[in-house]
Every structure is written in C-alpha cells, then in structure tokens.
C-alpha cells in the first residue's frame, strides 16, 4: 500500500502538474490538520463534554449542537493567520469573516460546512467537514459577500472530511479525486483511494421517503419507477439507503455508486431546496463530477448555477451518471 502522505502528494503534484500553487497547498495542509482536530473532538464524544445542543441557532434558524459551534471556531482561527486567505465564510455565519488586520491576506476564498449531518452527533453516525475554495477577485482587498457569488465551476479545489469508522479526507483540484485516509498512530493522511471513480450504473439510491407526498411529479416517477423494481420499467431491483449527512452519502457513492437525491418540495414553495449551493451543493458537485459523475439541480448542471445570495439553496440530483441524466431528463419532460 501506499504511503504517500498529503504533504508529499501534494508537493509532487506542485511538481508534476504545476496546478497546487505553494499558497494552494499551504491552505490544503492547514483545512486538514483543522479536520484533525475536529476529528479527535468527534471521536471523543461524551468524553469530552461536546454533545447535545448549543443552545443557539445558526443564520438559517436551525437548532446548533455544540460541535457545530466547536468545528466553525476551530476553522476560523486555523485559518485566519496562514496568510493563504482574503476571507471565509461559513454554513454557520450569516457574514463572511474577514481576516484580521494583523495577518497578511492572501489570494483564495475559504467556504465551509464546519460539521454536516450534526443531527447524527448524538447517535454515533457519520459525520463530515465540507469545504470549497475559490480565487478572491483580482484588486479585491476587502471582500464582501458579492465576492463570493461565482458559480461552482470556478472552484480551484473542494473537498470533504468524513468522520466514521476511519476518518478520510477527500479531495479535487480539478483534476480527479483523491482519498486520504488518517493514520492515528502517526497523526498524517496518507493516500488510500488514488483515482476515485464513480460507477456510471448503480442499483442504490438515497433520498427521505418521508417527504414523497411533497415532491414534484418528475421526483415521484422517478423514485416510483425505482421502487417497481424488476417488475417496472427499469427492469431491476433498487437498494434505497438514508443517513442524512450529505458527506456520509456522497462517500458511499463515490466508493460503490448510487444516487443522492434532496429535492425542492411543495412545503416552502420559495426555496429552490434544502441544502446550501456554495457550502454543500457545490463542493460536492465538483468532486462527483471529477470522480466522472454528474450532478444538478434537475433542470441544469449545479456548477453553472450563478449563486445571488450567500447562503442559497439548491435542489440536488447527484452521482452515478446514467441515474442522474434520467432523473434530470424527467424534469425537462
């Protein structure tokens, strides 16, 4: 097996490829020794004092566990001196956070979802840190929120962290997809799942069947055909798995295939979806894409959408190509 660690990966990418420049790869090394730490917290549990509620809410009114608040301090402070950043923001924020005046500023814009799925903290399940990284604007000193509205397919890297079993960093530069898995005896990610691809064909699919009576028509024939089985019109039997945490999905399916699906539904009829484009719905549609999967919002790819706010929300279709392009061409029909 390999041992290839993240640092030596990426300077031999730097090397190779010319396309981590050393600012690039600084932040990189910085996000993933952060995830460290908020692996330890997470791995520690009741032990450390880090479960149940905050007490607080976050921007979107949802109810904030401790870790949520413990992850988002953690990234900004890791993040705030390393002299690789012009600004962050966070699912947890309702502003992006500028970089103090006593560090120097760098080239990069650092998104995240500092805890996905933290409903499942308290229930010992998948968890993951979710993050995207785009150029600050030429000029641009002070960055505002506009700074931040470019859509996906100008994200220079992404990745997500999972927290399960092992702990594994994922990562895209543009240019595939990469896993790392934690070594806890020496404290490094060392490569693991070089060249992740996702099956084109799949027989599993996620989505929260409590909420079918809300979907729009083209999401109930779909997931309808699906239940048919080898009795319908796709002729085969379907596995449905739901873990609610995005990161805990989407790992699964770049691993062995399949679709996640969290569409618009009927009971806000103003939000275009659940999960947050620049934090969630992005990043991911980057890595599935460049592990050879697609992903949109069922009328268009998710990298091409023009964010105009902050904290949107998308409608996501993602994973194995050929389940997506269905699913997709049902909208259009």
């Known amino acids: 097996m390999s041992h290839t660690t993240l640092s030596r990966f990426l300077i031999e990418q730097q090397r190779k490829q010319g396309t981590i420049p050393p600012e690039l790869r600084f932040l990189i090394e910085t996000i993933a020794r952060t995830c460290k730490a908020i692996s330890h917290s997470v791995h520690k549990g009741a032990l450390s004092g880090v479960l149940g509620e905050a007490g607080t809410g976050n921007v979107q009114g949802e109810a904030q566990k401790k ?43 650092l998104l995240f979802d500092p805890l996905d799925g933290s409903s499942n903290i308290d229930v010992n399940i998948s968890v993951g840190t979710i ?40 990562l895209t530069f543009g240019n595939g997809v990469h896993g790392f898995t934690l070594d806890r005896e020496n404290g490094s990610f060392v490569l693991t799942h070089p060249d992740m691809h996702v099956p084109e064909a799949t027989k599993e699919f996620a989505i929260n069947m409590s909420n079918m009576r809300h979907w729009e028509a083209p999401v109930q024939r779909y997931v309808g055909e699906l239940l048919a089985g080898t009795t319908g ?70 990298l091409d959408i023009q964010p105009t706010k902050l904290h949107e929300r998308v409608a996501v279709f993602l994973g194995s190509k050929e389940e997506v392009e269905l699913v997709t061409r049902y909208h259009a029909q």
């Open 67 to 109: 870790l949520d608040v413990i992850a988002n301090d953690v990234l900004l402070e890791a993040n705030e001196w390393g002299g690789s950043l012009a600004a962050m923001a966070s699912e947890e924020m309702d502003l992006p956070h500028l970089i103090p005046g006593e560090y120097p500023k760098g080239e990069y814009l």
């Open 131 to 170: 993050f995207s990284v785009l150029r600050c604007p030429e000029g641009v000193t002070q960055p505002t929120e506009a700074d931040f509205l470019q859509p996906g397919s100008r994200q220079v890297a992404a990745g997500y962290t999972v927290y399960g079993p092992q702990t594994m960093l994922v």
């Open 233 to 302: 019109p796709r002729g085969k039997d379907f596995n449905m798995r739901w873990v609610a945490s995005m990161v805990a999905e989407v790992h699964r399916i770049i691993t062995r295939g399949g679709i996640f699906m969290y569409p618009k539904d009927a009971r806000d009829p103003s939000k275009a979806g659940k999960l947050r484009l620049m934090y969630e719905g992005n990043p991911m549609a980057f890595i599935i894409e460049q592990a050879g999967g697609a992903a949109t919002n069922g009328h268009q790819r998710i």
